[in-house]
């Protein structure tokens, strides 16, 4: 039986190494390294190595990774003043179907991640979401992060393109401590916009030039090991981005003003740490909230708070007996999407004297009223490890392990949601009753040029408070065997996995092999068959019944009261989905030579049974008996699929090279890509997929058209770290080159009644970004610390989409130079 000393001295060492050497922890020797398909950014990388300080998002740090796509126009330059996550591809699967893990914990949007991002959008029925992602967990609070790209091991489930596995950190000082701040603005920001598109960015509403914005972020961190036995740690970080926008005097008039936008994420991270004898325990608890401020554009007292986010509470058992150990995690999460209106009615009257903030035929005011959605969970995993066991020539390690989640999803109109609109003229012997918010006095003129003293809201639509949800139970197990056979390393795995929403069980091979090329475990070929099933969303059934709450009210003269004349009808009905899944064939090299690192990679995904949007009639679907159900009502169904053949190509060296007193590291990554897919997301609609466009000349279908979300063809990074230890100076440069990028761009032929497509090459794309780090130790264990880091540091014009206008191309840019200061304090 090992002793409670080597479990403690077995910790601190592995966080020794993330701290200070940066290397991945040192894995078991069974272990296949995930066939090249597995990289793990430390907290000491995190801080130096990547191109950011520590207040970075988990998507900003992991951005160098070859196998890594995001949305090119996400990085718009316009867009430098939020703060929110970005969403990324990994392998060319849908961005929403990456699974993210904090301490075992997932904090992924479960129920609609491909729903609107834009706070400010109009909705009536839907609240905003932040993406893939239900929280923001910033990179301070973390240890490690690893990302799980290929030959991924059975312990990992639903997901299609990859895992983000993040550890928080441990107390392991007596008293330790860290306060930071960093700043940056509008004017330390360069936005790069064409000059045909700034005029519209400046008059019209939905497009806004945030160039006048503050962002800020500060940083608190305690840490206390009381003894080798107890120790606790408290983490706190705000991000925060104060947005002023001018007023478009195209969309209100004169006197009127947009209010000022606000964007905070803040973690709260409480953990423990308790040894006894064999055991040690780690509870923890994140609360995660965000709040974005917004309005609606053109639309007065229409202020609305969004908030995401929520608390992801676990603890964590690890055991260690005499031949295996376990690791169990118990958890607990609350995430939040939801909106909040200062006002739950929204009018819209004729512009005149009185309703006089509206430039066009309408002016309008209120909001649309309170909506949450919640998704709470309630989580169980337990992880069994042995030791190397002999059997005759060859040597095993098993693994083997189960997870239980129960989760609730609920959609509620915390207030009423109701619009008033259709005014219509008062007669002339009529006024306006007192206290009556739907009459307004004053000269008004309809628009068949009818004129009166006032005017009256003839229709509404009204939906009442009211709350709905569903649940699902999902059950994983898995059992994995690494075998060593001489020079012959093989894992053999599989993992049972049932989907509560969907009630379906499914098992998925995990297959990865390699061979010592030269028997000194230096170098290594393998090859990988491997299944990945996906995850499935509550939106696929939660919003099946809200829309029939919503009741149409009328009235035909002033003097009635409103009466419901209908209402409106669901437009969702879930049928049956089997799940989806990509299957994942790999051929791959990795190595070592003296002191440089080796990984060349082939990876062929074909993504299987994927959920589109489809409908009654497309299908050739029965009639449902249901009075509150459209005729033509929504399926989601398995019709959309996706192929991707996938060459990457990283290299690294293995140890720093120290040079004149300076170490320096440097790693190349590149990837090529080629990927096919007749979908979008999961609402893409079958008519529209099937719907006939013209491109290049031919006549095809959309969902036939040329990938360009999440999709780049070539992608090369180049990262080198410069340290002067001496002078406590570090240097840190990002090279990002990705040639041939493209945008899809349409018009309308009004002659042949048809939509036209057509590719246009964009330039190639390249930025430049530097982080300069500087250490200065001052009296006793107190040490100052400095960070600048500047993106896009050659202000590189990039382009990154297009449209076209009176028959003339207009670009869209990727951000332009952006500096950020940040400075602090580590005693």
Not at 150 to 178: C, H, M, Q, W
Not at 264 to 286: C, M, Q, T, V, Y
Not at 302 to 311: C, D, Q, R, T, V
Not at 576 to 601: A, H, I, M, P, Q
């Amino acid at each position: 039986m090992k002793t409670k000393l080597s479990l403690l001295l077995f910790a601190s060492l592995v966080y020794a190494n993330d701290l200070n050497v940066g290397e991945i922890s040192v894995e078991n020797r069974q272990n296949l390294a995930n066939g090249g398909g597995y990289s793990k950014y430390s907290s000491y990388k995190i801080y130096n190595f990547q191109n950011t300080n520590s207040s970075k998002k988990i998507d900003e740090v992991v951005k160098q990774n070859s196998n890594i796509f995001s949305n090119s126009t996400d990085n718009i330059s316009t867009n430098q003043a939020e703060i929110s996550p970005k969403d990324f591809s990994i392998n060319a699967a849908p961005f929403y179907q990456n699974a993210f893990l904090v301490n075992g914990m997932s904090f992924d949007n479960a129920i609609d991640p491909a729903g609107n991002q834009n706070i400010n959008a109009a909705s009536l029925w839907r609240a905003p979401v932040m993406g893939a992602q239900g929280s923001v967990i910033n990179t301070n609070i973390l240890k490690s992060i690893k990302v799980l790209d290929s030959n991924v091991s059975a312990k990992y489930g639903n997901f299609e393109g990859g895992v983000i596995d993040t550890k928080l950190k441990d107390p392991i000082k007596t008293f330790g401590a860290r306060i930071s701040t960093s700043y940056t603005d509008g004017n330390l920001n360069k936005i790069i916009i064409d000059e045909e598109n700034k005029a519209s960015y400046e008059t019209k509403s939905g497009k806004n030039l945030n160039n006048n914005f503050v962002k800020q972020n500060q940083n608190i961190y305690l840490e206390s090991r009381f003894s080798d036995d107890y120790g606790i740690l408290f983490d706190y970080s705000r991000t925060t981005s104060m947005i002023k926008m001018p007023t478009k005097r195209e969309v209100l008039a004169q006197g009127y003003f947009y209010p000022n936008q606000s964007r905070r994420n803040e973690n709260f991270l409480l953990k423990g740490f308790i040894a006894l004898d064999n055991h040690i325990i780690r509870p923890s608890i994140i609360y995660a909230p965000s709040i974005y401020k917004g309005f609606l554009e053109g639309v007065i007292d229409s202020n609305l708070e969004a908030k995401f986010g929520g608390i992801i509470s676990n603890i964590e058992l690890f055991s260690e007996f005499d031949s295996f150990n376990i690791t169990q995690n118990l958890g607990y999460s609350i995430q939040d999407s939801a909106r909040y209106f200062d006002k739950n009615m929204k009018f819209g009257f004729f512009t005149n004297k009185v309703a006089n903030w509206g430039i066009g035929t309408y002016s309008m005011k209120g909001g649309y009223g309170d909506i949450r959605e919640r998704t709470k969970e309630l989580n169980y995993k337990l992880d069994f490890e042995s030791d190397v066991k002999e059997f005759k020539d060859t040597e095993h390690t098993f693994y083997a392990g189960l997870e239980l989640s129960h989760k609730k999803a609920s959609y509620e109109t915390l207030k009423h949601l109701a619009e008033y609109y259709n005014p219509a003229i008062l007669p002339n012997d009529v006024v306006c009753k007192d206290g009556d918010v739907f009459c307004l006095m004053g000269d008004a003129v309809d628009r068949k040029g009818n004129a009166g003293a006032g005017q009256y809201l003839k229709n509404a639509t009204f939906t009442p408070e009211f709350k709905t949800g569903i649940s699902a139970t999902n059950f994983d197990l898995y059992l994995e065997d690494d075998i060593q056979y001489k020079r012959f390393n093989l894992r053999l795995g599989a993992r049972g996995s049932y989907d509560g929403i969907i009630k379906k069980f499914n098992i998925a091979p995990r297959i990865t092999s390699e061979f010592d090329l030269l028997g000194d475990e230096s170098n290594f070929f393998g090859t990988g068959f491997n299944r990945y099933y996906g995850k499935n969303f509550f939106t696929y059934k939660l919003y099946d019944k809200i829309y029939s709450y919503t009741q149409f009210l009328s009235r035909t003269d002033y003097n009635e009261e409103f009466k419901q004349t209908g209402g409106k009808k669901n437009m969702y009905n879930f049928n049956e989905l089997k799940r989806s899944f990509n299957d994942e064939f790999s051929v791959f090299y990795r190595g070592e030579f003296k002191n440089t690192k080796l990984s060349l990679k082939y990876l062929k995904r074909l993504g299987k049974n994927q959920v589109v949007l489809s409908d009654k009639e497309t299908l050739g679907l029965a009639n449902i008996d249901d009075e509150n159900l459209s005729k033509n009502y929504k399926v989601y169904t398995n019709l959309g699929t996706s192929k991707a053949d996938i060459i990457s190509l990283d290299i690294a060296n293995a140890k720093s090279i120290e040079i004149f007193n300076t170490l320096n590291d440097f790693s190349l990554s590149a990837s090529y890509t080629k990927k096919k897919s007749d979908f979008k997301d999961y609402k893409s609609d079958e008519w529209d997929r099937n719907n006939q466009v013209k491109y290049n000349g031919e006549i095809i279908a959309q969902k036939d058209l040329p990938i360009i979300d999440y999709y780049d063809k070539y992608k090369i990074t180049f990262l080198y770290n410069l340290n002067i230890p001496d002078y406590g100076l570090g240097f840190t440069n990002l090279f990002t080159f990705t040639p041939s990028k493209k945008a899809l761009i349409s018009s309308y032929n009004r002659a042949e009644r048809i939509r036209e497509y057509e590719l246009i090459k964009l330039n190639n794309h390249f930025t430049w970004d530097m982080n300069i780090a500087y250490k200065y130790k001052m009296k006793k264990d107190i040490e100052f610390f400095a960070n600048v880091n500047i993106e896009n540091l050659l202000n590189t014009k990039n382009k990154i989409n297009a449209s076209k206008k009176d028959d003339k191309l207009i670009y869209d840019y990727a951000s332009g130079r952006s500096i950020m200061i940040e400075v602090g304090l580590n005693y």
